[in-house]
């Protein structure tokens, strides 16, 4: 994740006024969406927090190793390896299935 702060402001509008169609941009300047786009313009963005980057990392192993087990539980699997194709098979066959 990046350190480096995004210092503009975020807004709806962006998208609509480049698109340059004369009927967007009329419908754009109705008196709601001119309030809607200054408060837009006056929003800031909060900073996120400094520890929302090792709880994600801590939530996202959770379920990953939930779902697979711990570390220490998992079996390796043990492969054969083809010596005239060069592909991997299951120790299970006597021969490469390729």
């Given at each position: 994740m990046s350190d480096e702060k995004d210092t503009q402001p975020?807004?709806?509008?962006s998208q609509r006024d480049d698109l340059g169609d004369e009927a967007i941009r009329l419908d754009a300047d109705s008196p709601e969406?001119?309030?809607?786009r200054a408060l837009f313009h006056r929003w800031s963005v909060p900073?996120?927090?400094a520890s929302l980057d090792s709880r994600v990392i801590m939530t996202y192993r959770q379920q990953i190793f939930s779902r697979e087990g711990?570390?220490?539980e998992r079996q390796e699997i043990f492969m054969k390896h083809c010596s005239t194709c060069q592909e991997e098979f299951a120790n299970k066959f006597s021969f490469c299935p390729v």
């Open positions: 975020l807004s709806i509008f969406d001119q309030e809607l900073e996120t927090p711990s570390p220490e």
